[in-house]
């Protein structure tokens, strides 16, 4: 039963590793044919590429400050409905400057969502479970790599670069469904000196 309990917390952890290197991965799968496209100089190439890793260096910075701030719950659920939101309107996007945008807002929840899954996850989990779910997180981020180009192989040139920004955002729908029955993180609870009764509610599941 324990175990179990303390898998929970794993699994949007996970499933959001696995959207953040889908979205992170994304701007190198499309850029050969946004060139195409919209006739990208080297520069305009530079800046789309760049864009979705300077908002994740923004993202890790904020949305880690934000975690300590309002909860690590919170800002996971904030961090996945902004990914889901920033794609499908990169899928929208008509010019490079209005892609690189969204890329950027892309990549500060990439940045948010990654960091505040892992400290999460390695403050909810007991310690018997913590090592293994970090290194399954590591190991879905990694995946993710690997699904997106596999998901651009088999349907980038069918379907167009738009309705792949669609496709690969689904999973941030997962955890935006999960994490709201997930408890708090008890050791934010503590640091921010609730009541020791929110602190135990927190904890029961996981013992």
Do not use: H
Request: hydrophobic share 50%.
């Amino acid at each position: 039963s324990s175990g179990i309990n303390a898998e929970w917390p794993l699994r949007p952890g996970g499933v959001i590793a696995m959207a953040d290197s889908l979205q992170a991965a994304y701007v190198a799968v499309v850029l050969p044919v946004l060139t195409c496209e919209w006739d990208l100089s080297a520069f305009s190439q530079a800046v789309i590429t760049s864009s979705i890793f300077a908002g994740t260096g923004v993202g890790a910075i904020l949305l880690g400050y934000a975690s300590d701030m309002l909860g690590r719950r919170l800002v996971a659920l904030l961090s996945s409905i902004i990914m889901l939101s920033s794609m499908i309107l990169t899928s929208l996007a008509p010019d490079p400057f209005t892609f690189a945008i969204f890329g950027t807002l892309s990549g500060v929840s990439c940045g948010g969502s990654l960091s505040v899954a892992y400290t999460y996850w390695a403050e909810v989990s007991s310690e018997s479970y913590r090592y293994y779910g970090i290194l399954a997180i590591t190991m879905l981020w990694n995946l993710g790599m690997l699904v997106c180009n596999l998901i651009a192989y088999l349907c980038l040139n069918r379907v167009g670069w738009r309705l792949y920004a669609v496709m690969i955002s689904i999973p941030a729908l997962i955890p935006i469904f999960m994490l709201p029955f997930l408890p708090e993180s008890p050791k934010f609870l503590n640091m921010k000196k609730e009541k020791s009764t929110d602190c135990d509610s927190a904890l029961i599941p996981l013992l």
